[in-house]
């Protein structure tokens, strides 16, 4: 017993070290991995895996908008030598599927398509100089559950997860330059992720953490875009209630529909190093990426039959630590809708 409520506690402090080291991240968080949102949080991985044989397939959209340097900003910037670009929003639909291969193991894969518009730099005059648009790189990922305890509700799962290059990753501006790798769709590099997630399970709640390392490797322009931290805490509450009022709000049957709704609140937390680019030997690191932010996200979810699943989640920026001169976003929304087989 002891074994157990040390490994749940050890996931707990992968979040909380989020909040207590002075370490930065990168702003955009395009690139994070997330669990299937069929069961407990939306971002959050959960330790729960599909039962065998199940199936699932989700198409998915993610804004972030950013904000953004004034004109007069970025003429200052670019006079005294500082290399600013940013974007004023990004917007990524994506394809992806799931399969449980045991009770305990499940495979996913994630096929993004990535928008990021209006980039502006203070380089130049303030103007847009385009947006990035194009395949992004497709992830696979595993979890695998090692402790299951049904009778305490505790189970944990090894997390792992591979990027390959088949992104875009030669996207030019409206000036004809190259984007920069972490502004191109994909960045050209195959990037190994490790991590551990840990579930609580109660009669209509539960509780989730998970810690996720990404490493980077060097892709395209010689750049390697840096490594990333993911770290998330998720509460789940499944609306159970014969309150009248409650029934009114989350309907349990619509049009001969079996309706199940779950409210969740996660905080969800991204380090990442800054860019480096090996140059005849030199490692040249862009000095206004990377960082941490932290958000918190409130979400609701949708369970229609128990085969489509629909998820919302907003997510408000409350920490934000990012590397020397940069603009970090002021919200993000994720809406996903799922099939189940």
């Known amino acids: 017993m002891g074994y157990y409520f ?3 506690i050890l996931s707990i402090g992968l979040f909380f070290t989020g909040f207590n080291n002075k370490v930065k991240a990168h702003h955009g968080g395009e690139g994070s991995i997330s669990g299937p949102g069929i069961v407990g949080p939306i971002i959050t991985i959960p330790a729960l895996t599909l039962p065998k044989g199940t199936k699932f397939i989700t198409l998915g959209t993610s804004y972030t908008h950013f904000d953004s340097f004034s004109n007069g900003d970025l003429i200052n910037l670019g006079k005294q030598g500082q290399d600013v670009h940013t974007f004023r929003n990004i ?7 799931g399969y449980g291969i045991t009770n305990n193991w499940y495979l996913t894969l994630n096929v993004p398509y990535v928008f990021k518009f209006n980039q502006r730099v203070s380089d130049g005059p303030p103007i847009n100089i385009g947006s990035s648009i194009g395949i992004g790189d497709i992830t696979f990922f595993s979890a695998y559950r090692f402790l299951r305890k049904e009778n305490i509700g505790l189970h944990a799962s090894f997390l792992s997860g591979l990027k390959i290059p088949s992104g875009v990753k030669h996207f030019r501006d409206n000036q004809g330059g190259l984007f920069e790798t972490d502004d191109q769709p994909g960045t050209g590099s195959w990037d190994s992720s490790v991590g551990l997630a840990v579930t609580k399970r109660f009669k209509f709640f539960s509780l989730s953490s998970n810690g996720l390392y990404k490493f980077s490797t060097q892709g395209t322009q010689h750049t390697s875009v840096g490594d990333i931290v993911t770290f998330n805490l998720a509460a789940a509450h499944r609306v159970h209630a014969n309150d009248k009022i409650i029934n009114k709000i989350f309907p349990e049957h619509f049009f001969d529909k079996d309706l199940t709704w779950d409210l969740i609140f996660e905080g969800n937390g991204q380090w990442t190093q800054k860019p480096v680019t ?11 990426h990377g960082g941490l932010i932290i958000y918190l996200s409130p979400g609701i979810r949708l369970l229609i039959n128990k085969k489509w699943i629909t998820n919302l989640s907003v997510g408000l920026p409350v920490i934000e630590d990012l590397n020397h001169v940069q ?3 002021n919200i993000r929304l994720l809406l996903n809708l799922t099939r189940v087989f």
Not at 91 to 97: G, N, R, T, V, W
Not at 280 to 285: E, F, L, Q, S, V
């Open 6 to 8: 040390l490994v749940f």
């Open 91 to 97: 917007f990524i639909p994506s394809l992806s599927a």
């Open 278 to 288: 090996n140059i005849d030997g030199m490692h040249i690191a862009d000095e206004n």
């Open 327 to 329: 603009k970090g976003p």
